[in-house]
């Protein structure tokens, strides 16, 4: 990581944990917009984010992996090259995968893939390396309204709903705008999504 890690990045992203931890939902940066977050393990958790965001559409709904390493654990059949251009990428860019395990029931659409990002963000890395686990990256609006580019921009709804909002001195250079998107078939077919 090229950010320098303050003992304010480190107490903060820690208290961000424990909310996840006890089931809650955060509103954080990351390396492109201000995202609605949570345990993406925690079904219940899930389920309020949709409620939040007034919508049911699991295409919506990526999580942040600290590493390839932690991908793995949550797809068990993501095809290798997926991995490599996950490896090589130079902007953010979250994988669709086939093959999703091991997360919220709720978070997996009909075709079972997971869309999946390894942020390149100081602060997300610090709470992913806390959580251990995957941590749901959503954009912070109604459904159907414009997505926040940053923190002034999210609406009030939100902001109440949710159970801590990270400070924003820890949000970093975000792009302020949404990753590309790739999705992989199990046998490497590749589709991009979004530029």
């Known amino acids: 990581m090229k950010t320098t890690v303050s003992t304010e990045m480190q107490q903060e992203a820690a208290e961000a944990v424990?909310?996840?931890r006890e089931g809650?939902?955060?509103?954080?940066?990351?390396?492109?917009?201000?995202?609605?977050?949570?345990?993406?393990?925690n079904a219940a958790a899930v389920e309020r984010i949709y409620r939040?965001?007034?919508s049911e559409n699991k295409k919506s709904m990526l999580v942040l992996c600290a590493s390839a390493d932690m991908t793995v654990r949550y797809v068990n059949k993501a095809p290798g090259?997926?991995?490599?251009?996950?490896?090589?990428?130079?902007?953010?860019?979250?994988?669709?995968?086939?093959g999703a395990?091991?997360?919220?029931?709720?978070?997996?659409?009909?075709?079972g893939t997971l869309g999946v990002r390894v942020p390149d963000h100081a602060?997300?890395?610090?709470?992913?390396?806390?959580?251990?686990?995957?941590?749901?990256?959503t954009s912070a609006n109604i459904s159907?309204?414009?997505?926040p580019a940053g923190l002034d921009e999210v609406a009030r709804e939100i902001i109440d709903g949710v159970d801590f909002v990270v400070n924003p001195r820890f949000e970093g250079k975000p792009t302020r705008k949404a990753s590309s998107i790739i999705a992989f078939g199990e046998g490497g077919e590749v589709k991009i999504i979004r530029e």
């Open 18 to 20: 424990r909310i996840l």
């Open 24 to 41: 809650g939902i955060i509103l954080y940066p990351t390396d492109t917009v201000w995202g609605l977050g949570c345990d993406a393990t």
């Open 52 to 54: 939040l965001k007034r």
């Open 81 to 98: 090259i997926a991995f490599e251009v996950m490896e090589m990428a130079t902007k953010p860019l979250t994988l669709i995968l086939p």
């Open 101 to 111: 395990a091991g997360v919220a029931e709720n978070l997996i659409p009909e075709e």
């Open 123 to 137: 602060f997300c890395q610090l709470m992913l390396r806390g959580l251990k686990r995957p941590i749901v990256s």
């Open 144 to 147: 159907g309204c414009a997505t």
